[in-house]
């Protein structure tokens, strides 16, 4: 059987304990071993496959910040990869976990600057599977949602490397959920739209405009730089100056902070508090139910 389990920080044995015990406030957490099933052929490609000239790129999503969100799949080829190439975003609990012979690479980025261009992350990716290993591209939330993973799996597909994708949970439903603010309500709302309220440059292609006439739950991921300009154009399309709207930053971590106002008074309040990324942005009624229902959330997460 297959044996998957997380180990301590401090040492490379099992434990087999239950499910989500804390050890201490800077220990992190066990997870007891789980059977899987006859999976050990998930990792015949690994590099130790002397039949197999070429490797695998997994394109993993670790999830929005509390390493407990990390799937099991996620978890099993963190643990069994060669290489992992990784985001500034992924907890460094989740890194904990890798494999001791496991080459770690950080890309970043570090504040605003990238640590590493896009092109030169697909051709590390590409390389190393060229080379047969099996490489692991973490990211935090899902790489498909505003994540770059789609510009990475053209790369792999045109250069003819085998990969897979891993789905992350996402920020844009977790985060909120955490802040105790549902995105959709049958009171409330009836639909929701994800956005980046970061394009790249000389490129605009979000309809603001029709958006704030259809949608009822705006989620905005990358939208603390340019909120000003967000807000007067979600107003010119017809929203109501006091629709409510937060703005969740570090979200599912022991640093997460909401802040609510409404869009004629946001800015004010994250300027008399200061706020950095990562933020998520929530527009729309079910912000409402924040103050309701944050009153009885309560999460253990690591400090």
């Given at each position: 059987?297959f044996n998957?389990s997380?180990?301590?920080?401090?040492t490379?044995?099992h434990?087999?304990i239950?499910?989500?015990?804390?050890?201490?406030?800077k220990?992190?957490?066990?997870w007891?071993?789980?059977?899987?099933g006859k999976?050990?052929?998930?990792f015949?490609?690994r590099?130790?496959?002397k039949n197999?000239?070429?490797?695998?790129?997994?394109?993993v999503?670790?999830?929005?910040?509390?390493?407990?969100?990390?799937?099991?799949?996620a978890?099993?080829?963190?643990?069994n990869?060669d290489?992992?190439i990784?985001?500034?975003l992924?907890?460094?609990e989740?890194?904990?976990?890798?494999?001791?012979?496991t080459?770690?690479?950080?890309?970043?980025?570090?504040g605003?600057?990238?640590?590493?261009k896009?092109?030169?992350?697909e051709?590390?990716?590409?390389?190393?599977?060229?080379?047969g290993?099996c490489v692991?591209?973490l990211?935090?939330g899902d790489?498909f949602?505003?994540?770059?993973?789609?510009?990475?799996?053209?790369?792999?597909s045109?250069a003819g490397?085998?990969?897979?994708?891993?789905?992350?949970?996402?920020?844009?439903?977790?985060v909120?959920a955490?802040?105790?603010?549902?995105?959709?309500?049958?009171?409330?709302?009836?639909?929701?739209?994800?956005?980046?309220?970061?394009e790249?440059?000389n490129?605009?292609?979000?309809q603001?405009?029709?958006?704030?006439?259809?949608?009822d739950?705006?989620?905005?991921?990358m939208?603390l730089k340019?909120?000003?300009?967000t807000?007067?154009?979600l107003?010119?399309?017809?929203?109501?100056?006091s629709?409510?709207?937060?703005?969740i930053?570090?979200?599912t971590?022991?640093?997460q902070q909401?802040?609510?106002?409404t869009?004629?008074?946001?800015?004010?309040?994250l300027?008399?508090?200061?706020?950095?990324?990562p933020?998520?942005?929530?527009i729309?009624?079910?912000?409402?139910l924040?103050?309701k229902?944050?009153k009885?959330?309560k999460?253990?997460?690591?400090?």
């Amino acid at each position: 059987m297959f044996n998957l389990s997380l180990f301590s920080n401090k040492t490379n044995s099992h434990y087999p304990i239950s499910p989500f015990t804390k050890r201490g406030r800077k220990g992190g957490y066990l997870w007891r071993s789980i059977p899987l099933g006859k999976d050990r052929n998930l990792f015949q490609f690994r590099s130790n496959n002397k039949n197999r000239k070429s490797g695998k790129v997994f394109l993993v999503g670790a999830g929005p910040g509390d390493p407990e969100l990390l799937t099991i799949k996620a978890l099993k080829v963190i643990k069994n990869c060669d290489i992992i190439i990784y985001d500034a975003l992924v907890n460094s609990e989740i890194i904990n976990h890798v494999g001791i012979d496991t080459e770690k690479i950080f890309v970043g980025p570090l504040g605003h600057k990238l640590k590493m261009k896009q092109k030169e992350i697909e051709l590390i990716m590409i390389d190393h599977a060229n080379n047969g290993k099996c490489v692991v591209r973490l990211k935090g939330g899902d790489p498909f949602i505003f994540g770059r993973g789609g510009e990475e799996a053209e790369a792999l597909s045109e250069a003819g490397i085998e990969w897979e994708i891993i789905p992350g949970v996402s920020a844009g439903h977790a985060v909120p959920a955490y802040a105790g603010i549902p995105l959709t309500h049958r009171d409330y709302s009836s639909s929701v739209a994800f956005v980046t309220g970061h394009e790249c440059k000389n490129k605009s292609t979000v309809q603001w405009k029709e958006l704030a006439q259809i949608v009822d739950t705006f989620v905005i991921f990358m939208g603390l730089k340019n909120l000003s300009s967000t807000i007067e154009k979600l107003i010119n399309g017809g929203l109501q100056p006091s629709t409510p709207i937060a703005v969740i930053e570090s979200g599912t971590t022991f640093d997460q902070q909401v802040k609510v106002a409404t869009l004629e008074t946001i800015i004010h309040v994250l300027k008399q508090n200061s706020t950095h990324s990562p933020a998520l942005i929530v527009i729309g009624k079910v912000v409402n139910l924040h103050s309701k229902l944050s009153k009885k959330i309560k999460y253990n997460l690591n400090e």
